[in-house]
């Protein structure tokens, strides 16, 4: 079993549908983040938890919100969806010592219509 | 602020040749590095890291990066390269008050011809 997991792995909504993402992880990290990847862009830090009481906007948060229900869980949310929203959209885990370094889950691809 | 440019968004080499991607970075303090690995429809694997002990720093697959201050840069090379190798390449940079935040250059897509 995968160590950080995102469902659903694909889905394709219409404008305007609320639409939630969801990430678990079985790594123990304290810290979760969630990245959008469009083509030619990289990757983009939307939203980022330090801890579970913890919660900071990233470069591109405008548009999207997020919850931590526990350590272990953290979900980003599309209250309104738009088709600029249309990317694969990653959720990351760090131990938080270290070098910072960053675990992915597989990804979620997103389509609006 | 911090911030990473990936010379080339696509790069085609042949098999057994070698492959060099370029990543040059923006730091105020000394930075983490690292390289990323995207295989298709997968998520980001890391391939190698420089956390300011050795320059030379040697990862998973015979892929290694040389970190140099003077030019600010991180490249990636592998002396061989093999078809497994084709794949989308990051480059990412953490460090100081962006500590656990990396930011990462906008990807180099390798192809491998036989």
């Known amino acids: 079993d995968a160590d950080v997991t995102q469902t659903p792995r694909n889905r394709i909504t219409k404008t305007g549908k609320r639409i939630m993402l969801e990430c678990s992880q079985t790594?123990?990290?304290?810290?979760m983040y969630w990245y959008r990847q469009d083509p030619g862009l990289g990757l983009q830090l939307i939203y980022y938890s330090f801890d579970v009481k913890d919660i900071n906007k990233g470069e591109i948060s405008d548009g999207y919100s997020v919850s931590r229900q526990a350590q272990a869980k953290f979900s980003l949310s599309l209250e309104s969806a738009i088709p600029n929203q249309t990317a694969l959209y990653f959720c990351?885990?760090?131990?938080?010592?270290?070098?910072?370094?960053?675990?992915f889950g597989e990804g979620s691809r997103l389509t609006v219509l | 602020a911090q911030s990473v440019t990936q010379l080339g968004s696509h790069v085609s080499v042949s098999e057994g040749a070698l492959v060099l991607l370029r990543c040059n970075y923006s730091?105020?303090?000394?930075?983490?590095l690292f390289w990323y690995v995207q295989y298709p429809n997968q998520g980001l694997q890391l391939l190698l890291k420089?956390?300011?002990?050795?320059?030379l720093v040697k990862g998973i697959n015979g892929f290694e990066a040389e970190f140099k201050k003077s030019e600010t840069s991180f490249h990636l090379t592998k002396p061989s390269a093999h078809m497994s190798d084709a794949a989308e390449y990051f480059c990412a940079v953490s460090g100081g008050t962006s500590y656990g935040k990396l930011t990462f250059g906008q990807g180099t897509i390798l192809t491998v011809h036989p």
């Open positions: 420089y956390t300011s002990a050795a320059t």
């Open positions: 790594k123990g990290h304290d810290r």
């Open positions: 990351a885990t760090s131990s938080g010592s270290g070098t910072g370094e960053l675990f």
């Open positions: 730091s105020s303090v000394p930075p983490y």
